[in-house]
């Protein structure tokens, strides 16, 4: 696995972040069945940063906590059948890795989000890895059938690392 991890903010995380979002990434590419080695882009951010990404990509004028930008079309969440079909869009060429996509977080989320829910950073930002994760797969919230499943995966991904609240 390229992990392109970028850190652009001024506001400091207190613990091994990069090993956290490793140990995650690799858990929910594991739980999810994915039979490539992947390029995945993860940038650390603060919240004036991640405003301004949302307010460009989904027309939201607010920070949130993690923005998702998956490089995948699924036909069905976490199928990866036939994406070698489509070789040139979906995998690096000097590589050969599967270019998954990319997660922006809020440093500043973490933290405030960590802080209102009772938890450790370190359990906030796993989370938020998970989640986005999912998002790369396919997955999403919109309906509720849609969200028990996601929330399922991301906790399975979570407990499996014993990461817990």
Known sequence: MTLN?????EIELDFDYKSIIEKVV????DQEGCPYEVELNVIL?????IRLINKDYRDIDAPTDV?????LDYTTPSDFSGLEEDEDNYFNPE??????GDIIVSVEKV???AKEYGHSNERELAFLIAHSMMHLFGYDHMEDDERI????KQR???????INR
């Open 5 to 9: 991890l970028e850190y652009e903010t």
């Open 26 to 29: 690799d858990k929910a590419l």
């Open 45 to 49: 951010t603060d919240n004036q940063e």
């Open 67 to 71: 923005l998702s930008f998956p490089m």
């Open 95 to 100: 590589s050969g890795e599967l270019m998954l």
């Open 111 to 113: 933290i405030e989000q």
């Open 149 to 152: 499943i996601m929330e399922e």
């Open 156 to 162: 399975n991904v979570l407990e499996e690392l014993n």
